[in-house]
Nanobody, 122 residues
Framework: QVQLVESGGGLVQAGGSLRLSCAASGMIFSINAMGWYRQAPGKQRELVARISSGDSTNYADSVKGRFTISRDNAKKTVYLQMNSLKYEDTAVYYC????????????????WGQGTQVTVSS
């Protein structure tokens, strides 16, 4: 199985920074896209940032210029550097990975982390 372990969440004041990490482990055949989603109380889960295997990136408009997603393929890890945090960034952040597990016929599947809480105080 593929497991995702997230870290880096916490409490920070508005204007501060946090760096989220998500490391994938398990019998991984290959990893394609990696990204971060978030879900605030009473709201739907939304895409925050995504990075492809070719390092192309996509960001939600609300975080452009403030957040930076990156990946370390050797470590099977995706990062989300969050700067100039705002109160509205408060949410549970979920790591998302599209990967193929070792199998007779590997298929792309979606894997999710358990989520890490990011709380930004006013």
């Amino acid at each position: 199985q593929v497991q995702l372990v997230e870290s880096g969440g916490g409490l920070v004041q508005a204007g501060g920074s946090l760096r989220l990490s998500c490391a994938a482990s398990g019998m991984i055949f290959s990893i394609n896209a990696m990204g971060w989603y978030r879900q605030a109380p009473g709201k739907q889960r939304e895409l925050v940032a995504r990075i492809s295997s070719g390092d192309s990136t996509n960001y939600a408009d609300s975080v452009k210029g403030r957040f930076t997603i990156s990946r370390d393929n050797a470590k099977k890890t995706v990062y989300l550097q969050m700067n100039s945090l705002k109160y509205e960034d408060t949410a549970v952040y979920y790591c998302h990975v599209v990967a193929k597990e070792v199998a007779i016929v590997p298929k792309s599947r979606d894997y999710w982390g358990q989520g890490t809480q990011v709380t930004v105080s006013s």
